[in-house]
């Protein structure tokens, strides 16, 4: 790098990162048009009314991305994910999302995602360092 007058800094600077987010937002609005993020949330209750499962993410730019999804142990294998699935399928359609995308690792639930339809697209290695970050992905029937 030459020499350079500019000052690095590491660390929160909420007004630096408004800059950021404002300028890449100007940017791809210039190459799609506008866009917008939803927040995405849906949780099972037991009939005690704990939370058993769940999932969390949002919308945006065409497709649906799942953040976080949990069961609890007890729950594991008895439906209740291929549900929550379906469930955050049908909310995805009523956004007019195309697909869905998550990641999980191969420690997690690969095959359980595979098995509602969704496909590897791409593998992070080492990630934790021993382990694989899976990206997957389901396009939508229209």
């Known amino acids: 790098m030459p020499d350079s007058t500019y000052r690095f800094t590491l660390g929160a600077d909420p007004q630096a990162r408004e800059v950021i987010q404002r300028g890449l937002q100007a940017f791809n609005i210039e190459q799609i048009g506008p866009y917008s993020y939803q927040g995405f949330?849906?949780?099972?209750?037991?009939?005690?009314g704990q939370v058993v499962g769940g999932m969390f993410g949002y919308s945006?730019?065409?497709?649906?991305?799942i953040d976080y999804l949990w069961l609890h142990a007890t729950q594991r294998s008895a439906g209740l994910g291929t549900h929550l699935l379906a469930l955050a399928e049908e909310e995805a359609r009523s956004r007019g999302c195309i697909g869905l995308f998550l990641y999980t690792y191969n420690f997690q639930a690969p095959d359980f995602y595979q098995k509602q339809g969704y496909?590897?697209?791409?593998?992070l290695e080492d990630c934790p360092p021993g382990y694989q970050r899976l990206y997957l992905k389901k396009r939508l029937a229209n």
């Open 41 to 48: 949330e849906l949780y099972a209750h037991d009939d005690t």
């Open 60 to 65: 945006g730019m065409g497709w649906l991305y």
């Open 119 to 123: 496909q590897l697209m791409g593998v």
